[in-house]
């Protein structure tokens, strides 16, 4: 024992570029990875498309047709960055249906936190009349909601470790729209 508490000891003096970590398995990988400056996504448990890339938000403003709308698109973007938490509705963290939740909540307008439930909100709309503002839900069930701000992307709070951005809606599988305001 006393020699491997010396070898930690001395691993902790050492300059971060020159220290060796004895991780076996995955770890290794994630630490070799990271070391490298690789960033990780981890992937959602009900997810098998890969992770869910992210997109520098629009330097543009954001235009809802409607003042909800436009009340949850600036609320849900000024989270970003925070972190995901699965069941969390805010303000510190959110999980996808707790971020929904808490942007309709600043415009007046309640609803559960379930993206199911949050799929039987609202209008119907195809996914050729998206407008900043609907609700966009992906996988089946559906599994995932996030908040269309317009040219093919969403707000979300994708998955544990991941915090909440913008991402492309074209990395996850589509299963409907609804609109609110």
């Known amino acids: 024992m006393e020699n491997k508490e010396n070898h930690l000891h001395m691993a902790a ?3 971060p570029s020159t220290r060796r970590l004895r991780i076996p398995g995955r770890r290794a990988a994630v630490a070799l990875a990271v070391g ?3 960033v990780l996504t981890p992937l959602p448990a009900f997810a098998s498309a890969g992770p869910v890339a992210s997109v520098a ?3 543009a403003p954001i235009v809802a047709s409607s003042h909800a709308a436009q009340v949850a698109v600036n609320t849900a973007m000024s989270e970003l960055g925070k972190p995901y938490v ?3 509705a805010g303000p510190g963290s959110f999980d996808c249906s707790g971020l929904a939740l808490y942007a309709y909540k600043a415009a007046g307008i309640s609803l559960p936190h379930s993206s199911a439930m949050q799929s039987r909100i609202g209008a119907p ?3 050729n009349a998206l407008r900043p503002g609907d609700l966009v839900f ?3 069930g559906p599994s995932h909601v996030g908040i269309y701000i317009g040219n093919g992307n ?3 709070a994708p998955t544990t470790g991941d915090v909440v951005k913008v991402s492309p809606m074209k990395y996850m599988p ?3 729209a609804r609109r609110l305001a």
Do not use: L
């Open 57 to 59: 938000a629009p330097s």
């Open 36 to 38: 490298a400056g690789v």
């Open 174 to 176: 589509f299963n409907s």
């Open 138 to 140: 992906f996988y089946s």
């Open 13 to 15: 003096h050492r300059a």
């Open 86 to 88: 699965w069941g969390a």
């Open 154 to 156: 969403v707000v979300h």
């Open 125 to 127: 709309v195809s996914i």
